[in-house]
């Protein structure tokens, strides 16, 4: 809605604003999330609850990620174990 009505006006602030908006829009479509890394930098004494759900955000996106890995770790060990076993089981047989 807002970058439709930024269409409308044409004037440098306008310009300035819809070159933002593309950019921050572009980078949630690719990373799927967006930070505002002025904040991020500045890092103000009141900006505490800002970087305090920023961390848990962080924290969170480490345990399903150090999740899917072991999983995945665990998923070739398995592999390797049953193609192991046909080994062994083919050099049993000749």
């Avoid at 306008?14 to 991020?40: G, S």
């Amino acid at each position: 809605m807002i970058i439709s009505i930024g269409f409308r006006v044409n004037s440098k602030k306008a310009i300035i604003f819809r070159i933002w908006a593309n950019k921050v829009i572009k980078d949630y479509m690719i990373q799927e999330f967006a930070l505002n890394d002025v904040r991020f930098m500045r890092a103000n004494k009141k900006d505490q609850e800002y970087f305090q759900r920023l961390l848990e955000r962080i924290k969170l996106i480490r345990t399903i990620y150090h999740k899917q890995v072991v999983e995945k770790t665990v998923n070739e060990y398995e592999k390797c174990k049953v193609i192991k076993i046909e080994i062994m089981y083919q050099i049993l047989i000749n």
